[in-house]
């Protein structure tokens, strides 16, 4: 079955700055469209990037665009999203997901505390 | 921005029960692209529904999905002890956002 692992959570400061990673297994990755949704502890899902097979198309939610970016390398089977200037209500658990829009399958999602 | 309301907040049923869900679309959705979710506790979401009315291959059948305009639904016929759990709607198409509702929880009552 498709396998989604993401890394690179943890606390860092107001300011600050992490880098995602999302381990793609088990399907062909450079075939699909890639997704970040997030999801504040005990909130709904927010969907936050998404970025195109061959990484041609990027798009973004407005509250992380020019604080956020996605990419990804096909070589490697990931997905990336590197965050910028990150704020508090950037904290949530970040969910790696396959599809454009309507992701069939998710990742176990890796937490991001934004905290002084 | 469509803004999406659920309905109920929280839904309190005894298995074997039917259970609807609503989602209510602020402004009229022309196409077929709205999705239903389900995550269980301490889980990721997973893909029930799209297109409104498409079941992913594996989800039972005794979930489906309805509704049109502003107007969708999600309906468990039948609940299973493993359906305990919140169900969040989306609407999605060729370009974001794609928007999520706020969810509805479905508990033992």
């Known amino acids: 079955e498709v396998q989604l692992v993401e890394s690179g959570g943890g606390l860092v400061q107001p300011g600050g700055s992490l880098r995602l990673s999302c381990a793609a297994s088990?399907?062909?990755?450079?075939?699909?469209?890639m997704s970040w949704v997030r999801q504040a502890p005990g909130k709904g899902l927010e969907w936050v990037a998404n970025?195109?097979?061959?990484?041609?198309?990027?798009s973004y939610v407005d509250s992380v665009k020019g604080r956020f970016t996605i990419s990804r390398d096909n070589a490697k089977n990931s997905l990336y999203l590197q965050m910028n200037s990150l704020r508090a209500e950037d904290t949530a658990v970040y969910y790696c997901?396959?599809?454009?829009?309507?992701?069939?399958?998710w990742g176990q999602g890796t937490l991001v505390t934004v905290s002084s | 921005e469509i803004v999406l309301t659920q309905s109920p907040g929280t839904l309190s049923l005894s298995p074997g029960e039917r259970a609807t869900l609503s989602c209510r679309a602020s402004?009229?959705?022309?196409?077929?692209?709205f999705a239903w979710y389900q995550q269980r506790p301490g889980q990721a979401p997973r893909l029930l529904i799209y297109?409104?009315?498409t079941r992913v291959t594996g989800i039972p059948d005794r979930f489906s999905g309805s509704g049109s305009g502003t107007d969708f639904t999600l309906t468990i016929s039948r609940l299973e002890p493993e359906d305990f759990a919140v169900y969040y709607c989306?609407?999605?198409?060729?370009?974001?956002?794609?928007?999520f509702g706020p969810g509805t929880k479905v508990d033992i009552k």
């Open positions: 989306q609407h999605y198409g060729t370009s974001p956002p794609f928007t």
């Open positions: 088990r399907f062909t990755f450079s075939s699909y469209w």
């Open positions: 997901a396959r599809g454009h829009s309507a992701p069939d399958y």
């Open positions: 970025i195109k097979q061959d990484g041609s198309e990027k």
């Open positions: 297109d409104t009315s």
């Open positions: 402004q009229s959705i022309t196409s077929k692209f």
